[in-house]
């Protein structure tokens, strides 16, 4: 049997009864970083990198039992060998390597290989069977460098500051507020930070993350004046369902952009009836996809989250490599 | 129709000056078939039949699959450059034309090569103008007048979008004489970066709730059990004689799950028959063409 298979739970390691990012409840989770998709409630146990602790208890309660590791430290289980390697993908994240009699696997959980000066930069590690997301696995994603996309969010903000109307950024509380937060010119204005954003904040800073200097709105909007700070030169950085709520409304009129990977494709753009779309995304693109798989030297590669039967299909026409489709795996074995 | 110079953006392509006429409409000297540049651009990628389908499918259009593919722009593009392919065109081959169309695209951005091909290919610009301004990706709110409505609708059919029954779909049905006519669309689920689609509080216990109430499989989707109503809030909302539903939306947006719905106040209710938005109250109100104070 392989060291991981698919289960209907997850990537599971049998060896080291040890599940990998799970879907449901188990014993013991190894959970590659803290994004709701990757980290559940209810596990007895997690395994996650030193710098995930903070944002994992912020998400999934104080109390849970979790055990960390920093990068190229290794445990073993029973035998098996697991040591973290880094994503790049947000902070915190990190691949799973995983040896055993021999056989290496490597599951990378989300990644990209381009660094953003944040997140400590992916590290390419030799292996048999390589797992790769494949969130924008199409050519058509291949992202910008992200300075030119700083410099774009900039010039946005400083425009609309000229115009005295606030500037309000979509970004999901974790990795990508805190990336933006790095590269934004305060010489504009405050960032203001959403309360859950700020909460995500004070955990990385926390755990060793500096993003520059930031204003927390938890206590609301018509706060900010009290203390001076001018909104209509501020850029306020808030996940997209704080625009729903009565927490927006003191801003009157504002100008709205989002930070995506699918703001690429202009039918996205036109989703959320955003002024600007920039696109930036924490996951790799088209060309970061292959260069990763094929720095692995892997021939065996599984891929899951996203186009992945596209990218599976085109490794093996293109690189004739063994890849195949996880979701496809854990389908079978579900109706098992 | 937004002609250039009332869209005068600030990241319009300055290539664009060049070929305005008087009343601020672009020319183009030179025509070059959508086929002809798909194989250029194709040929230069080494993208495959099938995975430029897929690129396609995604994209929405050929046009924009075509931009994108061509990756980063390299910059550094001028009027000039335009200018000397006119000027030439007819006297050069078919590698050479291929050579200036590729050079052109790979500097420009992805907005820019948007409009380059669909200005060579002969097709209309108006609508593209309007859409993006010539520059970046914009909303569509600030550049037309739209309508936009809520409605009570009510969940007919879902499609999954991947195998983990993360991400779905949505179709949605107004009601029609004792039935539910499907109209609406919307997306749900995790959005892969941690987040969720429609931002929802409770949006992961309706993917739960969708992934337990799938029923028989049509094609690529699924219906459910039908007795769930959401509030939506449609924008861009026309009348559309090609639409099934005789109108259309642009965005479609789930402000709330109704969650059960016979305790919910409806305040546009057909009859006493339900508390889903009829589509005959949809038409009644969308402006008809006739008042919308449209010119040419
Ligand atoms: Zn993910
Ligand atoms: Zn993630």
New binding site residues.
């Given amino acids: 049997m392989a060291l991981v298979t698919f289960t209907p739970l997850g990537f599971y390691c049998a060896q080291a009864d040890l599940y990998i990012d799970p879907l449901r409840k188990v014993s013991k989770a190894l959970v590659t ?1 803290a ?1 709701s ?2 980290a559940r409630p209810g596990m007895q146990h997690y395994l996650c990198h030193t710098q995930s602790v903070n944002i994992l208890k912020l998400r999934l309660g104080q109390r849970i039992s979790v055990q960390s590791m920093a990068y190229g430290e290794s445990v073993w289980m029973n035998g098996v060998e697991i040591t973290l390697f880094p994503a790049g ?2 902070p915190g ?1 990190a691949q799973v390597r995983l040896i055993y009699k021999g056989e290496v696997w490597v599951i990378s ?2 990644y990209k290989t381009v660094g953003d000066g944040l997140t400590p930069a992916f590290e390419a590690v030799r292996c048999h069977h390589f797992v790769t997301e494949s969130t924008f696995g199409l050519p058509i994603f291949q992202w910008r460098d992200q300075q030119t996309v700083f410099d774009d969010i900039n010039a946005w903000w400083r425009e609309n500051a000229s115009a005295g109307k606030p500037s309000v950024l979509l970004g999901y509380s974790l ?1 990508k507020a805190q990336r933006i937060l790095k590269y934004l010119d305060r010489s504009v204005g405050a960032v203001v930070c959403h309360g859950a954003i700020a909460a995500s904040n004070i955990a990385l800073q926390e755990s060793g993350f500096d993003f520059g200097e930031w204003k927390d709105a938890s206590g609301g909007l018509a706060s900010l004046q009290d203390r001076g700070i001018r909104t209509e030169e501020s850029l306020i950085v808030c996940p997209p369902n704080a625009l729903r709520s009565s927490w927006i409304s003191p801003l009157g009129r504002y100008s709205l952009a989002n930070c995506s990977g699918w703001m690429a494709v202009s039918k996205s753009g036109d989703w959320g009836g955003v002024d600007r779309g920039f696109v930036l995304s ?2 790799a693109d088209w060309p970061q996809l292959l260069e990763a798989v094929l720095a692995t030297g892997a021939e065996h590669v599984h891929v899951t989250h996203g186009f992945s039967e596209v990218l599976s299909r085109y490794l093996r026409e293109t690189h004739q490599l063994n890849a195949d489709v996880v979701e496809k795996g854990m389908l079978e074995m579900q109706g098992e | 129709m937004k002609s250039m110079n009332q869209s005068d953006r600030l990241n319009r392509p300055v290539w664009c000056d060049a070929f305005l006429d008087e009343g601020g409409n672009l020319i183009f000297p030179i025509k070059v078939s959508v086929n002809t540049m798909k194989g250029w651009i194709l040929e230069r990628t080494g993208i495959s039949a099938w995975l430029f389908i897929e690129c396609q499918r995604f994209a929405g259009s050929l046009n924009e699959a075509l931009a994108l593919l061509m990756g980063t722009s390299t910059g550094g593009i001028t009027a000039m450059v335009l200018q000397h392919g006119f000027e030439r065109w007819d006297t050069w081959t078919d590698s050479e034309r291929k050579e200036w169309f590729l050079f052109l695209l790979s500097a420009m951005e992805v907005e820019e090569r948007r409009l380059l091909m669909s200005l060579l290919s002969g097709r209309s610009n108006a609508t593209l103008i309007s859409k993006y301004g010539l520059g970046k990706i914009s909303s569509v709110r600030d550049l037309k007048e739209t309508t936009s409505i809520t409605v009570n609708a009510i969940l007919l059919y879902v499609r999954p979008i991947d195998r983990m029954n993360t991400q779905y779909e949505l179709t949605f049905g107004l009601y029609k004489e004792e039935g539910y006519t499907s109209c609406l669309r919307a997306m749900l689920g995790e959005d ?3 987040g969720w689609l429609q931002g929802l509080d409770d949006e992961p216990v309706l993917l739960d709730w969708i992934t337990d109430n799938l029923g028989e499989r049509i094609g690529p989707i699924r219906s459910v059990t039908v007795s769930e109503v959401f509030e939506l809030q449609c924008d861009g909302v026309e009348l559309s004689k090609r639409h099934k539903a005789g109108f259309k939306a642009e965005s479609v947006r789930v402000l709330k799950w109704l969650r059960n719905a016979e305790n919910a106040i409806a305040p546009l209710t057909a009859g006493n028959q339900s508390m889903v938005t009829s589509l005959e109250w949809v038409r009644d109100f969308l402006p008809k063409p006739q008042d919308s104070g449209q010119t040419g």
Avoid: E
Wanted: no cysteine; charged share 20%; glycine share 26%.
């Fill in positions: 970083h994004h998709d990757h993908h947000v994240s959980g989300d990795g924490d996951h | 892969g970066m941690g």
